[in-house]
């Protein structure tokens, strides 16, 4: 079931050309997943919308449509346990039909009962990944989501895992790209000073190489350093250090 008539044309509305779209004119993961929210908010019954994204199990509510859904997903938070933690982690949906009857997680339930809430289906989203998550819906009437149909929330849940997975991935490509980067700059600094080490010692490079070791663990500072700070007293001016190029 969802709001209003025209509930067909609605859903179609929402197929992966729009989505597609929603992602490519989306000017960060945040707004993507605010889109994906408010479209849930549309399709629903729900009252309130939150997306809960946990990493190094560090939960936060990173958008949300109506006003009591960070309050709701912060009360979880707080006691580390909650319909909406138990879905991320588990990789599990997690329904409550009356918040009155609830039992599990503590005090949670009678919190959400006095925010009006008596009903919240948590959709699990990127899991199986570093970065977990879920979908979360609250609704004022018990059992509101008991009869719904899930299909296009599970699609919208599937849809926002995408784009976590994209994101994350295009960070981790960004800082292996300043690993490199540092290794290169490293590499430089350390070629440079066995360039120097072996025209004043007349030595070969694994020679120079030990040299510089030897010193490195007898100072106990790290190789590149004291390749920085020689090449600094012997110039008079610091290492240069090369720059990635990307490729044409």
Same mark, same amino acid.
Not at 209 to 235: D, P, W
């Given at each position: 079931?969802?709001?209003? =008539? ?11 050309? !729009? $989505? ?69 982690? +588990? ?12 039992? *599990? ?7 959400? !009962? ?16 570093? +970065? ?19 299909? $296009? ?7 926002? +895992? ?15 790209? =300043? ?63 090369? =720059?990635?190029?990307? *490729? *044409?």
């Amino acid at each position: 079931m969802v709001k209003g =008539e025209g509930a067909e044309d609605i859903e179609a509305a929402y197929d992966s050309a !729009a $989505v597609l779209e929603w992602l490519l004119s989306a000017e960060s993961l945040d707004d993507f997943l605010q889109v994906l929210a408010d479209a849930a908010l549309d399709l629903t019954h729900a009252e309130e919308i939150g997306v809960t994204v946990e990493r190094d199990h560090q939960p936060v509510t990173v958008v949300s449509a109506g006003p009591a859904a960070p309050a709701l997903d912060e009360k979880q938070y707080g006691q580390d346990d909650g319909p909406c933690l138990q879905a991320a982690r +588990t990789g599990n949906e997690v329904m409550v039909l009356d918040m009155l009857a609830e039992t *599990r997680w503590d005090g949670y339930p009678a919190y959400a !009962a006095a925010h009006g809430i008596r009903s919240s289906l948590s959709l699990p989203i990127a899991d199986r990944t570093e +970065t977990v998550g879920a979908l979360n819906l609250y609704a004022g009437p018990p059992r509101a989501f008991e009869s719904m149909d899930l299909a $296009v929330l599970r699609s919208l849940a599937a849809q926002a +895992t995408g784009a976590i997975r994209l994101a994350q991935r295009l960070a981790d490509t960004q800082a292996f790209a =300043e690993q490199m980067r540092a290794a290169m700059q490293s590499r430089a600094v350390i070629d440079q000073a066995l360039g120097m080490v072996m025209a004043q010692r007349h030595c070969t490079e694994d020679a120079a190489f030990g040299i510089l070791r030897s010193v490195s663990q007898h100072r106990n500072i790290k190789l590149r350093e004291l390749c920085a700070e020689m090449i600094t007293n012997l110039t008079g001016r610091p290492p240069v250090r090369p =720059e990635l190029r990307s *490729r *044409r």
